[in-house]
């Protein structure tokens, strides 16, 4: 309606919003008719098989893809609106990868303190003594001036999540982020993971670990060729699931 603002997000309705999204690359239809909601504190977990669609859904979430139709909000922004803040989006939206990409040449702190910093302007004392809290929080605590080529996979993976949180989002996306790491330090990252679900923190993750799904997610989704075939709470995925591709990929997984 013209003239009438939109209504105004409240902690009732979902936090990330994506309503019949599709996606193509060239003729090539990626995404065909997505819909989830994750709620605050909820954690949402997509598995699927390679190719399905998974990175390019996540990836649309904070505007490094743009959709082709469908609607994406994220606290109310529309994701796709041309004038969009990306900015803001990205403040309220973390993402870590597979491919953690910290400054090689900077200390573990300085990568976490980077951004609010450079991209924020906020006040290095301040950002800090914050990224100090967030070194301990990720069970980093001694490898402040560590620099990424002294630590192993998983605690650099545990910097880039730092350094995600350092920007205090209200949600964060993860890509398979323990998928290039070793068997042995896969469990730290995980933990580090499931301690900040813990604390509240809203968390959609793309993610192969069927244990770690089924012990933190509050619901799964299977994907599978750019839809979603099944979902459901772990409860009911794992056991009952009624989709011939479900079964057939967990059972190749479990
Ligand atoms: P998943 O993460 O589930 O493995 P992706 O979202 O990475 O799947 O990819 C889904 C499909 O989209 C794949 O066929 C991939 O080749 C294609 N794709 C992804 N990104 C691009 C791009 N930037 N340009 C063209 N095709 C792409
Ligand atoms: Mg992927």
Known sequence: ?????????????????????????????????????????????IIGPSGSGKSTLIRCINALVPVTSGTIRVEGIEVADPKLDKLALRRKVGMVF??????????????????????????????????????RKVRLAGKEDSYPGELSGGQQQRVAIARSLAMRPDVMLFDEVTAALDPETVKEVLVTI???????????????????????????YFTDRGVIVEHGPPSTFFTAAQDERTRRFLSQVL
């Open 194 to 220: 499931r301690e900040l679900a813990e604390d509240g923190m809203t968390c959609l993750l793309v993610t192969h670990e069927m244990n770690f799904a089924r012990d933190v997610a509050d619901h799964i």
């Open 98 to 135: 597979q491919q953690y990409n910290l400054f090689p040449h900077k200390t573990a702190l300085q990568n976490v303190m980077m951004a609010p910093i450079h991209v924020l302007g906020q006040d290095r004392r301040e950002v800090e003594e914050r990224a100090r809290a967030l070194m």
């Open 1 to 45: 309606m013209a003239g009438t603002a939109p209504p105004a997000w409240t902690p009732a309705k979902p936090i990330v919003q994506l309503v019949d999204v599709h996606k193509s690359f060239g003729t090539v239809e990626v995404l065909k008719g997505i819909s989830l909601d994750v709620r605050k504190g909820e954690v949402i977990c």
